[in-house]
């Protein structure tokens, strides 16, 4: 059975800092390109970053670029998402997807929000 099960989200005050972690099963993980999305309320699911099945290659929404950084940990089947000085419009529904040519799976997502 496949799952990704994110972890991590929460509320934080802006500038502050949050870590999310995404545990995939069921598939091999280490073939798989991961991604991170999220999803604001009455918005559309918006792309954040990506890290190719070897981490060699990277990439960000110029919205995050500077502060979040992903990374993954393939012995461990782990996607991660650092997120430093958070924004208000960081505030989203965090979602992990692993692809692998047409394939592709889908967390259940973790709730971020920023507030003072």
């Known amino acids: 059975q496949v799952q990704l099960v994110e972890s991590g989200g929460g509320l934080v005050q802006p500038g502050g800092s949050l870590r999310l972690s995404c545990v995939a099963s069921?598939?091999?993980?280490?073939?798989?390109?991961m991604r991170w999305y999220r999803q604001a309320p009455g918005k559309e699911r918006e792309l954040v970053a990506t890290?190719?099945?070897?981490?060699?290659?990277?990439n960000y929404a110029d919205s995050v670029k500077g502060r979040f950084t992903i990374s993954r940990d393939n012995a461990k089947n782990t996607v991660y998402l650092q997120m430093n000085s958070l924004e208000l419009d960081d505030t989203a529904v965090y979602y992990c997807?692993?692809?692998?040519?047409?394939?592709?799976?889908w967390g259940q997502g973790t709730q971020v929000t920023v507030s003072s």
């Open positions: 997807n692993g692809r692998f040519f047409t394939i592709s799976y």
């Open positions: 069921g598939f091999s993980f280490s073939r798989y390109a």
């Open positions: 890290i190719t099945s070897d981490g060699s290659s990277i």
